[in-house]
């Protein structure tokens, strides 16, 4: 079973950035689509962005498009979240996602249903 292991959480005052990084632990693992949720105390899970891993399609939450960007590396399996301007209602944890079988595209690519592969999380607090 491949593992998704997230890094790059952290605190960081309103106005500034960080930079998520998600690597699957399978250098074999071809997913359809990668991309990120994240969860506020007290919220349900909530679509941020995914990045296809083929076409190179970007999809982004209403609430983050202009402040975050999506990216990905092939060759390691990895995928990237930069987050600008960050804003205390952005404080959340943030899950690494993966699509194995294309399910997304019935799903929708912005439905947790559309994703079979999560990680464990990591935090990010945007505080002043």
């Known amino acids: 079973q491949v593992r998704l292991e997230e890094s790059g959480g952290g605190a960081v005052q309103p106005g500034g950035s960080l930079r998520l990084s998600c690597a699957a632990s399978?250098?074999?693992?071809?997913?359809?689509?990668m991309g990120w949720f994240r969860q506020a105390p007290g919220n349900e899970r909530a679509f941020v962005a995914a990045?296809?891993?083929?076409?190179?399609?970007?999809y982004y939450a209403d609430s983050v498009k202009g402040r975050f960007a999506i990216s990905r590396d092939n060759a390691k399996i990895t995928v990237y979240l930069e987050m600008n301007s960050l804003k205390p209602e952005d404080t959340a944890v943030y899950f690494c996602?993966?699509?194995?079988?294309?399910?997304?595209?019935?799903?929708?690519?912005?439905?947790?249903?559309?994703?079979?592969?999560w990680g464990q999380g990591t935090q990010v607090t945007v505080s002043s």
């Open positions: 996602v993966a699509d194995r079988d294309g399910r997304s595209f019935l799903a929708g690519r912005q439905a947790a249903a559309g994703y079979d592969t």
């Open positions: 399978d250098h074999t693992f071809s997913p359809y689509v």
């Open positions: 990045i296809t891993w083929g076409g190179n399609n970007e």
